[in-house]
Nanobody, 126 residues
C-alpha cells in the first residue's frame, strides 16, 4: 500500500480556483497511474482524472474537461489537480489514488486498483 496524503481543499465561490496536492512517502509515484476521484454527498464515487502510465495520456471525466488539469512532479513525488471555473456540483471529497483506470465518459465506471488517500473536502458555495 502506498501512503497518500491530500491537501489543498477548502471553501471557494463558484468560478473560483483551487489546487489540490497529493504527496506520497517512500514510494515513487512515477511508477503508477495516478488519479483523482471524488464523492459528493449522497452520490457514488467517480473518477475525475487519471494520469495513465499505460497509454501515456491524462484522462478527464467529461464534466471537468477544460476546467481541471492534473499534473505530476516526479522530483517532489507529488501529483496535483488544478481546478478552475469551479461549479457548485464540484463540491465533494476528493481522493488521490494509484493504479487508476479510465473508461472515459462521466467517470462513474472508472476503477482504482491501488491505494487511496484519506480525502480532502472541496466546497463550492456562494
Amino acid at each position: 500500500q502506498v501512503q497518500l496524503v491530500e491537501s489543498g481543499g477548502g471553501l471557494v465561490q463558484p468560478g473560483g480556483s483551487l489546487r489540490l496536492s497529493c504527496a506520497a512517502s517512500e514510494t515513487a509515484l512515477e511508477h503508477y497511474s495516478v488519479g483523482w476521484f471524488r464523492q459528493a454527498p449522497g452520490k457514488e464515487r467517480e473518477g475525475v482524472s487519471c494520469i495513465s502510465n499505460t497509454d501515456g495520456f491524462t484522462h478527464y471525466a467529461d464534466s471537468v474537461k477544460g476546467r481541471f488539469t492534473a499534473s505530476r512532479d516526479i522530483a517532489k513525488n507529488s501529483v496535483y489537480l488544478q481546478m478552475d471555473s469551479l461549479k457548485l456540483e464540484d463540491t465533494a471529497v476528493y481522493f488521490c489514488t494509484t493504479e487508476c483506470l479510465s473508461t472515459g465518459g462521466d467517470g462513474s465506471s472508472w476503477v482504482n486498483f491501488g491505494s487511496w488517500g484519506q480525502g480532502t473536502q472541496v466546497t463550492v458555495s456562494s
